[in-house]
Every structure is written in structure tokens, then in C-alpha cells.
């Protein structure tokens, strides 16, 4: 337990935490300054428009969802591989098990990710409530995102927005926090701190390319993420990709810890 | 200085959320809804609902000879459905209407809580028969609005109960959205 307030201190103590939610911000308010501009204070306009993750009129939402990952994993994932490269966490598992470091280590990158990407969408939602109301999104004006009955959560798209956009920020803040364990994971085999942290940008993107519209639904986890819902995602594939990806970088992490205890 | 910081951020954020709740509480959606028995006068003209349907591509084109072209060509795809409401149209004013002011003052779409499409000229013409030039004073014309369902569109379990699902009919977006509850009888597949 002590090991695991220490880590999160570490992680929400850090600069580049504070670094990584400046920028999704920056990217956030340029979206909904964007939008203000071309739009003013049209009364036809809502909330669900305004939001950066249902925007789907202007670049910044595509940009934050592909540099999401980068977001997550910036501000302490890399730390695993700065740890062992100074061989800080032989000094810590002298007064701790390997385990408990390595799971408090989890734990704190998984929080630092959910945080680094959840507070921008947080910020901008409520920057653009006070400048838009919580209206239904009329969907014969085609001037929403096309959240219809074949996707994710149509019905809180539809009749609760602000439910809708506040469960994706949940979702989002998940596989942010999913994309630092993996940060985590891979870092043993990482040459150096910036390739572990560009690992899961890189399997995002290649995936998210490779793997959009290859089958029924969408296994791309760059489609599946983004609350615009570029694609039709079933929720058991959500569940699928993330258990699937959360279960290999626990199982990986969890077998080289114990690799490295023996050594 | 740093409590001097956290106290400008707490008087922003209370700001803000006075703004928001204000904001919220003068929304008004300007959205009317009409039960299907309810008689809608829209500018110069009343509506009443007569029936509404959804037929899949098959019986649609058993039921109009041009929509059989429309299966052919793949306009229309035979696992499509077609959605239509009959409304009978009464020229309420003292003078004729032409169907070019008459057909837009009606014409926008079809939606439910999930879903949404625009009327389809295309199938609207097939269904329609029309004997005069102008809907004169008094004069009452049916006049049919179809849109196509397509299952890409539905989860399984919505498609295969569509009867089930709330559908309206919307008739004009602004400056106030009027839409009306169809009553649609059955999904009708043979």
C-alpha cells in the first residue's frame, strides 16, 4: 500500500502529466473556439455539437483521438523504463516485493492515463455547456454525429447526451489508462523511454488502419474510442479488444517481474 | 499567491456553472408533437393522418408496379424496408394552392427515438396519384410520404420488431419542429 501511494505520487506529481492534459486541453479549446467562431451563439446548436468528441466538422477531433495514446502514456509509463535504466527499482524492491512495486506501478500509469485524457474531454464539456444547451440532437438536420440504432448507446446519444458524452469520457479514460500498462509491459524489450512510449501509438494507429472494416463491426480500437463513432462497433468487441489487450500486458508484465526477481 | 490561484479557478468554475444552469433552464427544443389522431393545420393547409405502414421491398413492390423497377435497378434492395404515412390534405384557405407550395410546406422526414431519414422524392412519387393541377379551396387530396429502412441501420433485435419502436412523422424542422406519431399498424413482409 505504501509502495502504491508512493507511485502515485510520483505520477500525479510529475511535469509531464501536467504537460499532457495542457495539450489535450489546447486541442479542446481550439475546437470549441472553432466552433464558436463559425457558429456564434446559434440557438439551433447544442451541447453534443459543440463537444470536441461528437465534432466531427473540424480536424481536432480526429487529432486528439489519434494522439491519445501519447496523451496517456506521457506522463508516467515511460517511468518504468527510467526506473530500471538508473536501476531505481532495485532500490525499491529491496524494501519492497517486485510484485507490489510492479503493480503499483500499474496502477499509477493506468491512473495517470485516465486522468491525462479524461480531464481535456472534462474541461471542454464544461466549457461548451455553458456556452450551448443540453438539447437533443435533431437527427434529420444531419448536422449531428450519426449515432443511429445500429451503434454504441444510441438512446443516451439521442435522449441523454450529457449521460452519452460522459460515459465515452469514461471509456476513454479506460483504454487511456489500458494504452499505459502497455507502455508499461512493453518497456522491458524498449531501447529506449521515447519507444515506450511510441509502442502503443504505434500499434493504435497501425491497428486503427489495418483492422477498420475488415469484418462485421470494427475491431480498430481508433474507431471503437472515438465518441463521433466513425464506424459501427458492437459492445463485445469493446469488451473483447480490451480484456484481450489488458489481459497480455498484465500476463507479460506479471511473468517478467518475476523473470527479473530471479535474476 | 497559489491560494490566491485556486480561489480565481473556484470563482470561475461557480461562474461557469451558474451559466450553465441558466443556460439549461431557458432551453425551450421549440418541438411539437401530434398525436395520430390529431388534426395539424401547417400554413394554409389541414393534416390528418388516414394510416401508415412499413412493407418490406417484396410486398412494396407488389402493392406499386413502378417499384418493381426499383428492386431491379437496386434502388431499392430487396432486404429494405419501406416506411410511409397516407395523410389527407385539405386546402383550408380561400384561394388554390399549387403543389409546389403544398408538397415542401409537408415533406421532411421520417425518425424514432434512434433513428432518422429524410423522405425519398423517389418512392413518394411511385405511391402518389394526383388528378388536379392545383389543391383548390376545400378540396381534400391523400397524399403519401415514404422513406427507406434499411437493417444496416438497426441492431437485429430492433430490426426484426420495428412495429414495436415509436415512429414519427416530421413535418418541418424550423421554426418549430412539428412531428406527429404514426400509427402504424404492423410490419407488413408478404
Redesign the interface.
Known amino acids: 500500500m505504501r509502495t502504491l501511494k508512493f507511485e502515485m505520487n510520483r505520477a500525479f506529481h510529475g511535469k509531464w502529466l501536467y504537460i499532457s492534459i495542457l495539450l489535450g486541453t489546447i486541442i479542446a479549446a481550439l475546437d470549441l473556439g472553432l466552433f464558436r467562431i463559425v457558429y456564434g451563439s446559434d440557438k439551433?446548436k447544442v451541447l453534443i455539437q459543440a463537444w470536441l468528441g461528437t465534432n466531427y466538422q473540424f480536424v481536432y477531433n480526429s487529432l486528439f483521438y489519434v494522439l491519445m495514446p501519447l496523451f496517456a502514456c506521457l506522463p508516467y509509463a515511460g517511468t518504468y523504463f527510467s526506473d530500471m535504466d538508473s536501476g531505481y527499482d532495485r532500490n525499491i524492491c529491496v524494501k519492497t516485493s517486485r510484485f507490489s512495486y510492479m503493480t503499483s506501478k500499474c496502477v499509477a500509469s493506468f491512473a495517470s492515463g485516465f486522468v491525462a485524457v479524461s480531464i481535456p474531454l472534462l474541461l471542454d464539456l464544461?466549457?461548451a455547456?455553458?456556452?450551448?444547451?443540453?438539447?437533443?440532437p435533431?437527427?434529420?438536420?444531419f448536422l449531428t454525429a450519426g449515432i443511429?440504432?445500429?451503434y454504441l448507446f444510441?438512446?443516451l446519444f439521442?435522449?441523454r447526451p450529457w449521460i452519452y458524452i460522459l460515459l465515452f469520457i469514461f471509456i476513454d479514460g479506460m483504454f487511456a489508462g489500458l494504452f499505459a500498462v502497455m507502455s508499461v509491459c512493453i518497456s522491458r524489450w524498449s531501447r529506449n523511454r521515447f519507444s515506450a512510449v511510441m509502442f502503443p501509438f504505434v500499434v493504435y494507429v497501425l491497428t486503427g488502419v489495418v483492422l477498420d472494416g475488415v469484418s462485421d463491426g470494427c475491431w480498430s480500437v481508433l474507431q471503437m474510442v472515438n465518441p463521433e463513432q466513425p464506424s459501427?462497433t458492437y459492445m463485445y468487441q469493446m469488451v473483447v479488444v480490451y480484456m484481450f489487450t489488458a489481459c497480455v500486458s498484465v500476463m507479460v508484465t506479471w511473468f517478467y517481474s518475476r523473470r527479473r526477481d530471479v535474476l | 499567491m497559489k491560494k490566491l490561484g485556486i480561489c480565481l479557478c473556484l470563482c470561475i468554475f461557480i461562474f461557469w456553472a451558474g451559466r450553465i444552469y441558466s443556460m439549461n433552464s431557458v432551453y425551450d427544443d421549440n418541438e411539437v408533437i401530434y398525436g395520430s389522431d390529431d388534426s395539424i393545420e401547417i400554413s394554409e393547409i389541414s393534416v390528418i393522418q388516414k394510416e401508415a405502414h412499413i412493407y418490406s421491398s417484396r410486398k412494396f413492390s407488389s402493392l406499386y408496379a413502378e417499384a418493381e423497377a426499383m428492386m431491379n435497378s437496386g434502388y431499392l434492395p430487396e432486404s429494405d424496408r419501406v416506411i410511409c404515412v397516407c395523410l389527407a390534405v385539405t386546402n383550408t384557405s380561400s384561394h388554390a394552392l399549387e403543389w409546389d407550395e403544398v408538397m415542401p410546406s409537408l415533406q421532411c422526414g421520417f425518425e424514432s427515438l434512434t433513428w432518422g431519414c429524410s423522405v425519398d422524392p423517389s418512392i413518394t412519387a411511385v405511391m402518389n396519384m394526383f388528378y388536379s393541377e392545383k389543391l383548390e379551396p376545400g378540396q381534400c387530396q391523400n397524399i403519401w410520404f415514404a422513406a427507406d429502412m434499411s437493417p444496416l441501420s438497426f441492431k437485429k433485435k430492433h430490426w426484426n420488431n420495428l412495429g414495436e419502436m415509436d415512429m414519427y412523422y416530421v413535418f418541418s424542422l424550423s421554426p418549430e419542429r412539428m412531428k406527429m406519431k404514426l400509427n402504424i399498424d404492423s410490419v407488413q413482409m408478404e
Open positions: 439551433g464544461y466549457g455547456a455553458g456556452l450551448y444547451p443540453d438539447g437533443k435533431d437527427k434529420l438536420s443511429i440504432d445500429s444510441p438512446e439521442n435522449g459501427v
